[in-house]
């Protein structure tokens, strides 16, 4: 009932709203509310004030069901009052922290339930009842509801959405580990013995103390300072050589979906409900709006500040699962500024791979994304050429999707390939890679001609398009998207000159480890590659094999690797030759390595000018160290922690919270003031109460009455008064004539609690300070005796 009235607060007044989003809004709710997340008016308050619902006129429920809240929330959402109310001035979508809105309050319950719905019982089955209507309803309303879909874009919704895709994963990752566990425990115990192989040859002399903790842990010494990558992977122990890299190919299953893997199929009702939902909202920025690269740049950084890394990795792979299905169906059917959509998606790709987040299962993915837009827009069959060559008459997408498909097959094979001196690579990668860039080497090398290269560089610096074209051309690209160009790390097409002679430079001296390796069919990729931009690119490849090289003294030499049985000769390699001329080009390829071998320093002195070349036109690739997916995890986990810590934001937290204690401490002081006030008010009102009404006794019965008895003294009292002293009588509550003349009641009580018993007051002179005897005649004492005596003779007379 509280709740409620605070979202009927909400949806009347402005100002509450207002002052309400000032002391931190649903945040300090988090909690409290998730403790009753199946409560049925607990989630429809939430929904009536996230779908701009009047509550008064939503009816209760005591279960929820997916169809009754589809059809009211259809009725009765989106009420004008309630939208203009919420987009006004201290509306609760302005506020810059996503707990504070009521859709993290609203995730916050989802993620309660989701692990409460582990459980098979009444709870659990009621937690994923109450999710599964909740999902359908925020996805039917998604497809109808422009308010919600605009809100859909904003932070508010997106990181609480994460964060509970992220509890939907790290369930699903616990049970695939201890799985794993179980399945390979043997297998562990032999690896830990050719660990302890390997630490007792290289400890060497110190391999008696190495054999005590064997059996403990796996130790394997750091590389030395004289160390050499080449050798120590030829003279690697075999066993070493098993140990992939974290997310190798090898141990992953490709023929299942990430998103079957990390949420589950259609039993697991959550996880769907989530990941439907959040297909929705992509596919619904990349198809109806332009610059829908924020929002997946949004998405890929709204992972939870305490994720570890593989729930992280987890959820990347299922968003770019998504994003893949979405882009396969935009470029069969979609318009132009859906199309410059996907190829700004490929740009937030290349951006996240360039800052290290990306193993090589997204590696992977990625590149295949890339690949598939590069194919649908260089076809002529296709239904996105066609559209790209009638819509789009400068070739501007085209030459976009180009770039972007380079970068990320050079950034891609470079990440394949042997990082530090315990990173054997991923050979699977590589060659699928290699495959992949060797069969869209046409497409890939497609760019503008050079004479219309200033002339579009000034178009990018300073667009003169119209609105259309300049809303397509922004949205290709992630930079064009940001206001800052700063924060990505990917060149723009315009900054490269030549940007084929630039692919074809980096390509080489990138396969250049590749072709002296020792991995026969990673070797004979290689060389088809070459033999493709030989083809396509003659007269780029021959300058680049052909140098001449300064040599000690100050002479030139030069080195020709083109003609004379070197690269030239796979000129005459097909690559389509059939399987019964195998052994044919196996001879060539093999006395193409030979050659290699024996011309290595000529090899070496070419593929190291070609190095040069490279970093000069690609700085942006070649010059930075892309870090590993748990190095750069831990730094956008520690980015996330001080920008949560940042003065201006902490400074708000904290006067939110002052400002909640201040109005505490004032609503106690108040009570305690008016408690005070009422008993100091309540005291003085009972004593002037009392005194009035003794003064009335008083003036009612005088001196002497009947409720006091007889005024006459007895006579052992007179007695008692001649005997004593002036300082005695004044003392006894008498009169100057020995009556007594303040009294009081008895605390003795009788029928129906009447007390009749009168006794001397002996206080009443210190408790009300009232001398009353300057009022009585004064007297001398010989008068005061004789009119005793006369007292006493005449009790006598009638006695």
Known sequence: AVFRLLIVMLQSSSSFTKQFQDDGGFAPLVLSIPKYSTSPSIMLSMLSQLLHAPILHLPSFGALDTAQLCSIFDTESDAKELILHDSSKGGLKKSKESL?????????CLGRNIQVGASENDLGLRARKTNEAVLRLLTHRHCFSSPFQDFCSSPDFLEPLAQALCLVHSGKILGMESTNEHIKEPAADDNASNYSFERSKSIGANSQSSDEADDDCAFVGWPSSNFDSSTHHSEADESEKLIPRRGHLSTINMEVSPTVRFVGGGGDSTGVGLVNLLTHVISHAVKSGPQAATLIDALFKSFPLHASPSEIEAFHLVLIDQCRSIVNETVQRGSLIAFANCVGISSVLLHRL?????????????FNIILSILESASKSETYAFRILTKEDSDNLIRSDVAHFA?????????????????????????QKVIEGISKHLKELLYSTKNTNFQQRKKITSMPELSTNQRAIWESSSLDRCLSSRDNTKYPDIYSIDEPDRAFIVSLMSELHSILISSNKPLRQAAVTLVVSMLKLRQGVMSDLLIKQ????????????????GGFGALLHHDINREEEDTSLETLRLQTFFDWLNVNDADVDDVFTLMNTEALERMPNIYSIQI????????????DMFLHLSSKKLSDKVMMGSLNRNKLSQESYEKTYENQLKWRRQGLDDLSSGAMQWKALLRQLKGSCSLWEGNSRPKQETIDMFKNNTAKVAKALPYSSAGVVSRWKLDVSEGYE??????????????????????????????????ESNTDIDRSNHFA
């Open 549 to 564: 090289v300064p040599v000690s003294g100050g002479g030139i030499r030069k080195i020709d690797l083109f003609h004379g």
């Open 627 to 638: 870090p590993c997916p748990e190095d750069a995890i831990e730094e956008e986990q520690k």
């Open 100 to 108: 504070s809105g009521v859709f993290g309050l609203l995730a916050e």
């Open 354 to 366: 360039l800052t290290g987040f990306f193993a090589s299962e997204p590696i992977l993915a990625t």
């Open 406 to 430: 380079r970068m990320i097959s050079l950034v891609a094979l470079r990440r394949s390939k042997p990082n530090g001196p315990w990173d054997h690579g991923d050979e699977i990668l590589q």
């Open 753 to 786: 609690r009447q007390r009749r018993k009168l006794l001397p007051n002996y206080e009443f002179d210190s408790l009300y300070h009232v001398d009353d005897r300057s009022l009585e005649p004064e007297t001398t004492e010989k008068e005061t005796l004789s």
